[in-house]
């Protein structure tokens, strides 16, 4: 529970006075189902008396339109904190606000994650060119494996808050929280799971008073957006990195539909996805026009130009046992959407025929001892390389990058690959059509089809020449539509 999660809370007195209040209820309850309908008027007329707490389960799924979906600059300043509105008006006497925009980034961490990355990546240029005012909110706390980026961040002279870790919250913050009854009842509509995390938001957004809110990935879009909504954020931007969460059984919530809905009912939320496809199921899923969603390419680090000299190749190639080998790489998490074991299924088709190949896996996840299994007969012709810094370097060590998703986004992994120089083979879903050329820079196939796979895996490796107009090409490909700059200047258009 965070600072500001706190000012929500109401006073030990009335949570007290709430807990009576429901087990009154609950006794009352108990004792009309056995005396009768006598009972259940005394039992009413008990519980009229007290005041009822606000119902999470009444609540969950609905937001009074009134109350939170409010677009007119009238209905905006009436519940922005008058401490914000100050700030406000003096900034913009100094500095237009559409010129350089005071804008929060806000996800769930900054862990090891393709999301993850293109946020770092994102703030960082887009502050270096003047495009904006960055500070990144995360929802849990940048310690170890969540922290994987946030070096990335502090480098780039960008804040780096935990939301609701500061240790007291403003007395202008706390009268809000106090006071604003408006405020209190569209947060307490948030569902249970996610209200302190939307709280706290909401107390960063009000003692920080940003231009423009970002979010990225669905939990947090929906914490941030709601947050930002309540308090009076003139511009909510939503980020989504995939497909939508329904095909990811693993994390898809049901109250995402419903609060994704609520969200795009409001004039201030503006919405992109890094594909073509991307957008396309989410507009389909959340039942909105398609042009609500526009589309902002994944932006292509450039220090991974430099990461792999030839020297540095070299050493990889001896370090894996590859030296004179064909050597096909995958980096991913291994879990169900990028099917694992279909890149198995590819690697003992490819060994069939080619038994020199050497297949090499980097990266972690809950599916690893499955796909160790699935390797063991292969041997020495198959290794798990777990967590890896120099994921770039083993790509551009590679003749062939694979990934065999189920559904994708834009894979960062695939758009590194070519940029090195390394054609790709993979699976004709999600975004993965928009970062690969197929014929041209790499070969794609049908999800599932193993034998397609192989093949492409097979033509690369045999073919010299083939593998080399692929090289030139996807270095061109990637350098043209993935700049970080083109990015970062997209993305910072959806703050006007």
């Known amino acids: ?46 519980s009229g008396a007290i005041a009822p707490a606000p119902s999470v389960d009444a609540c969950a799924w609905v937001i009074d339109a009134q109350a939170c979906v409010q677009c007119d600059a009238v209905q905006r300043d009436a519940v922005q904190p008058r401490a914000v509105q100050r700030d406000a008006v003096q900034r913009d006497a100094v500095q237009p606000r559409a010129v350089r925009p005071r804008a929060v980034q806000v996800i769930g961490s900054l862990a090891a994650g393709g999301a993850e990355r293109q946020l770092a990546l994102f703030a960082g240029e887009s502050q270096r060119l003047g495009l904006a005012d960055q500070r990144v909110l995360t929802l849990n706390a940048c310690e170890g494996v969540h922290a994987h980026y946030a070096p990335m961040v502090l480098d780039a002279g960008i804040p780096l808050v935990h939301a ?55 939990h947090a879009n929906i914490c941030a957006g709601v947050a930002a909504l309540a308090v009076g954020v003139p511009r909510v931007v939503l980020t ?58 994944n932006g292509l680090d450039p220090s991974v130009l430099a990461s792999a000299d030839d020297a540095r190749r ?41 038994p020199r190949a050497l297949f090499c896996v980097a990266g972690d996840g809950p599916m690893r001892d499955e796909l160790a299994r699935a390797a063991a007969p292969m041997g020495g012709s198959f290794r798990l390389l777990g967590r890896r810094n120099d994921a770039i370097a083993l790509l551009a060590t590679a003749d062939v990058a694979l990934l065999t998703s189920r559904v994708e986004g834009t894979p960062n992994v695939l758009v590194e690959a070519q940029a090195m120089g390394t054609p790709v083979v993979a699976t004709k879903v999600g975004g993965i059509p928009d970062a690969v050329r197929d014929g041209e820079t790499g070969i794609l196939a049908d999800s599932g089809d193993a034998e397609a796979l192989s093949r492409g895996v097979l033509a690369i490796v045999h073919d010299d020449a083939l593998r080399a107009r692929m090289s030139a090409n996807a270095r061109a490909f990637t350098h043209a539509e993935f700049s970080l700059e083109r990015m970062s200047r997209s993305m910072c258009a959806l703050y006007a």
């Open 240 to 297: 989504f990195r995939s497909l939508n969460p329904t095909h990811f059984p693993a994390w898809c919530q049901p109250w995402m539909l419903p609060w994704y809905r609520v969200l795009a009912a409001d004039a201030r939320v503006r919405m992109c996805a890094n594909s073509e496809a991307g957008a396309d199921d989410y507009a389909r899923w959340i039942g909105i026009d398609r042009a609500r969603i526009g589309v902002v390419r």
């Open 1 to 46: 529970m965070g600072v500001y999660e706190q000012c929500l809370r109401p006073p030990l007195g009335q949570r007290v006075a709430a807990l009576g209040m429901r087990v009154a209820r609950a006794g009352a309850r108990r004792a009309a189902r056995v005396v009768g309908a006598k009972a259940i008027a005394s039992a009413r007329a008990l």
């Open 314 to 354: 070299a050493a990889l190639r001896d370090e894996l046992g590859a030296a004179g080998r064909p050597l096909v790489v995958g980096v991913f998490r291994i879990g169900d959407e990028k099917q694992p074991l279909l890149f198995a299924d590819v690697a003992r088709r490819v060994l069939a025929k080619e």
């Open 164 to 218: 609701g870790a500061a240790t007291t919250a403003s007395d202008e913050v706390r009268r809000r929280f106090a006071q604003d009854e408006q405020l209190r009842r569209r947060l307490m509509a948030i569902p249970l799971a996610l209200r302190p995390y939307a709280t706290d938001l909401a107390g960063e957004f009000l003692a920080s008073g940003p231009d423009v809110v970002q979010a990225w990935l669905d």
